[in-house]
């Protein structure tokens, strides 16, 4: 049986968003609790929430909430900003992630189910990619300027961003979690989880 493939990060960054913030930015924190409905203080924090427009289900549909939270890497972070030639690298803060994370080759490409592991036993696991919104965009464009002069328009983000933009999931064991916590990511693999015997109980 194939084992299963871990790979080793950090957390460099951790931000929780207050409800109706309407640059969609989120505020950062040296720790935050995660609970089984998501992360304490945060907007998107519930166990249900409504469809959006991009959802398959109509707007305002109630629906299971996989977004309890939301991460990014640096590196991918870097290359967004190097694709819409930005003055100023862009902040995972002002993405409106939860979670930046360091050292975590090809983060916004883990497949669903990857499993987050951190040292006070919480875990989290990835359920879809964000993909980048135009809204999103248009926010940036007012906050940032490129290193050419031009002035940047709410279309650029999406572009950039595309395969880059992060991912969002679910808490699977509730816990505390640091800036500086090193992260052990279980990468899901079909084959390895499907064929892994379940511990048995008396």
């Not at 089984?36 to 289900?57: M, T, W």
């Not at 694709?83 to 994370?101: H, P, Y």
């Not at 933009?165 to 640091?178: F, M, N």
């Amino acid at each position: 049986m194939k084992s299963l493939k871990t790979i080793t990060g950090r957390i460099v960054g951790l931000h929780v968003g207050e409800s109706g913030a309407e640059d969609l930015s989120k505020a950062p924190r040296s720790s935050v609790s995660l609970q089984l409905d998501g992360i304490v203080d945060d907007n998107h924090r519930g166990f249900s929430r409504e469809a959006y427009a991009s959802d398959k289900e109509p707007e305002g549909t109630v629906r299971r909430n996989e977004r309890q939270w939301s991460g990014v890497s640096v590196e991918e972070i870097r290359t967004i900003s190097e694709n819409m030639d930005l003055e100023r690298e862009l902040t995972a803060s002002d993405l409106g992630a939860n979670i930046c994370f360091e050292g975590l080759p090809g983060f916004s490409q883990l497949p669903k189910g990857s499993k987050f592991t951190f040292p006070s036993g919480a875990k989290i696991v990835a359920v879809e990619y964000n993909p980048p919104c135009i809204d999103m965009g248009e926010v940036l464009a007012e906050k940032y300027a490129s290193r050419s002069g031009h002035t940047l328009t709410a279309a650029q983000f999406p572009v950039a961003a595309i395969g880059l933009r992060g991912l969002v999931g679910v808490v699977d064991v509730p816990g505390d979690i640091h800036v500086g916590d090193e992260v052990i990511v279980e990468i899901w693999n079909e084959e390895c989880q499907l064929n892994k015997p379940r511990e048995q109980t008396d």
